[in-house]
């Protein structure tokens, strides 16, 4: 088995010389290629490519949502935004809101990958739980924490008070400095189990015999993790985070069914800005929301433009 | 040194579970609050010291749910179950093509587009639902089942591409090979040795695909208004801001959009595992 999995990942290798030299090459493989791509190509460039230019077309115009014209003001839309004193503050909260929720995520999730990884028994069933909200609905999800963190059914404030961890509720959604807390709970507790599974998937090819050596040199546990287990995790663990990241800063659902960005404008993230000027402010004004929607475009770039190098490396250092 | 060794095996012992029984609090905990919630009596729900067992669980809230006669939950679920499917069926069709193209042929930028596939399912809703929204308002498409099947194949589709691509290239190109020889053409070779193979991966695929569209919330909340189109998230939604205290029927209608979300989800995962091995023992 370990045989045939090394043959299979081997990217390019042998299979690329049997294939370059195969005599059973069709000469209209490049048609064929190019013609069974056409479907999704037609759906990657017309629902993704294509949007993704028009959102920057309609940043430029002026379009509002019940208005059929859309007369061109160039970069107009853009000053307002920027000199309109909101668009700042809410980078700030969407940078806050992923920064930690990715930091939090992170540290749960080696931990409990670190633990998932030994033998005990049951640690199967465990696995099993611990990717529960991973697989919920975000809906779902939320419903549940928003009972937990509703006032008057109140179970969340009953058990911190019995266990005299706080002495009177805690509001949870309805004051502004409990706000983003609460959404960085909620957010985390659905996206800590991709970094458990993801580690866990690295943690798991590491041979026994690696620790015990580190043992018999007399690393001690927190020696072995460094030395042992983050370097072998390393390439999984990078792009996890990058992954991670991009999928934290563009939270819409959690947030919007949690507090709507509010109260006030305590949880408006820029997905959150970009909805509300769009569909729910005065005017709808769709150019306004697309400039929230297009200036974190540079933001997912970089984040992109790091997740190439580090999938382009670990493919290198596996090759 | 041996004392020490012992005793550093003890505290991580000890460490692990306590590790352990935390996260698996923290994550059943709520799950099993919401489940409770749902068979619970509506009298027991807004009660000033919570009670964590119920003795005469009832079905009231889950038939509340179907009563409902603003909430319309039957026609959500069709909506649900209908735009998942034709979304799925879609991609997992186009993904099929499109898997065996960049896995199987040489033709120039092949490469270059299998990354492109990848970098298009990272580009986030945020970005796109603004110009879709247009675009399927200048189709007519708002408010429409179909609309939502074609807005839904924006992230299924590179989804399913990479993850078919990714198991066809596993399979030995040697079988294949030799079906050509015993006088195949290349796409029986395909239909005959490969696909069967890669069965397991295409109802992964199939499984993940259906559960990202079934669970997505941004483009229905903008693209849809009436029963016509809207699908179970939405119209739970609107029961949030509609009745607040309804949390009876909420916690029912939450669960049992879960249920086919979580089922299919370790469905999904047995598949991944079993496919990898099985592939590994016949190559």
Not at chain 2, 49 to 70: A, C, D, H, N, V
Not at chain 2, 185 to 210: D, M, N, Q, Y
Request: aromatic share 12%; hydrophobic share 55%; with cysteine.
């Amino acid at each position: 088995m370990t045989q045939a999995g090394a043959e299979r990942t081997d990217p390019g290798g042998t299979r690329g010389m049997t294939d370059s030299k195969s005599r059973l090459r069709l000469p209209t493989e490049t048609v064929l290629g190019i013609a069974l791509m056409i479907p999704a190509l037609a759906i990657i460039i017309g629902l993704i490519g294509y949007p993704t230019l028009y959102a920057i077309w309609i940043s430029l115009h002026t379009k509002l949502l019940a208005v059929r014209d859309m007369p061109f003001v160039g970069l107009e839309n853009y000053v307002t935004v920027l000199s309109q004193g909101n668009f700042w503050p809410a980078m700030g909260r969407t940078i806050y809101f992923t920064v930690v929720s990715v930091a939090i995520k992170v540290c749960i999730g080696m931990a409990t990958a670190l633990v998932l990884n030994e033998n005990w028994p049951g640690q199967g069933l465990a696995r099993a739980a611990v990717l529960l909200p991973w697989a919920l609905p975000p809906l779902t999800a939320v419903v549940t924490w928003r009972f937990l963190f509703n006032d008057t059914t109140n179970v969340l404030n009953y058990i911190l008070i019995k266990a005299h961890l706080i002495e009177k509720p805690i509001l949870w959604l309805a004051k502004a400095e409990y706000a983003m807390p609460s959404a960085i709970i909620v957010g985390v507790w659905q996206g800590f189990p991709f970094f458990a599974i993801t580690l866990l998937a690295g943690l798991s090819p590491i041979p026994d015999d690696l620790y015990d050596a580190a043992k018999v040199d007399g690393a001690g546990i927190i020696h072995r993790f460094l030395y042992v287990s983050l370097p072998a995790v390393f390439p999984v663990l990078m792009v996890a985070l990058t992954l991670s990241t991009i999928w934290t800063f563009n939270q819409f659902t959690v947030i919007w069914l949690l507090t709507q960005g509010g109260p006030g404008e305590a949880t408006t993230t820029l997905p959150i800005a970009a909805y509300q000027h769009a569909f729910v402010a005065g005017s709808k004004n769709l150019s306004r929301g697309a400039v929230y929607a297009v200036l974190t475009f540079p933001v997912l770039v970089i984040l992109v433009l790091l997740l190439n190098h580090f999938i382009s490396s670990r493919e290198e250092t596996e090759a | 040194m041996t004392l020490g060794l012992k005793w550093e095996r003890r505290i991580k012992v000890i460490a692990g579970a306590l590790w352990m029984i935390f996260i698996l609090t923290w994550v059943l905990f709520p799950t099993y609050w919401i489940a409770l919630a749902s068979f619970k009596h509506p009298k027991d729900l807004a009660v000033r010291i919570p009670l964590f067992w119920t003795t005469e669980p009832t079905l009231m809230s889950y038939r509340g749910l179907f009563t409902q006669p603003f909430l319309q939950f039957e026609r959500l679920t069709l909506n649900s179950l209908t735009v998942s499917l034709g979304a799925t069926f879609l991609s997992v069709v186009i993904a099929v093509f499109a898997g065996l193209a960049l896995a199987r042929l040489k033709f120039p930028g092949r490469q270059r587009l299998g990354m492109a596939v990848f970098f298009a399912y990272l580009v986030p809703p945020v970005l796109l639902f603004i110009p879709l929204y247009v675009v399927m308002a200048a189709f007519k498409l708002i408010d429409s089942r179909l609309g939502l099947v074609l807005v839904y194949s924006s992230f299924t589709v590179p989804f399913c591409v990479w993850m078919l691509r990714g198991y066809f290239h596993n399979i030995p190109v040697e079988l294949e090979e030799c079906a050509m020889i015993d006088g195949c053409t290349r796409v029986g070779a395909w239909v005959r040795i490969v696909l069967p193979l890669a069965s397991p991966g295409i109802a992964a695929a199939a499984i993940f695909a259906f559960t990202l569209a079934w669970n997505e919330f941004l483009y229905a909340y903008i693209l849809t208004e009436t029963a016509n189109a809207q699908t179970m998230p939405i119209g739970l939604a609107s029961f949030i801001q509609l009745d607040v205290y309804r949390w009876g029927e909420l916690s029912a209608g939450a669960l049992l959009m879960a249920i086919p979300a979580v089922v299919l989800y370790f469905l999904g995962q047995r598949f991944v595992v079993a496919g990898l091995t099985g592939g590994a023992v016949k190559g």
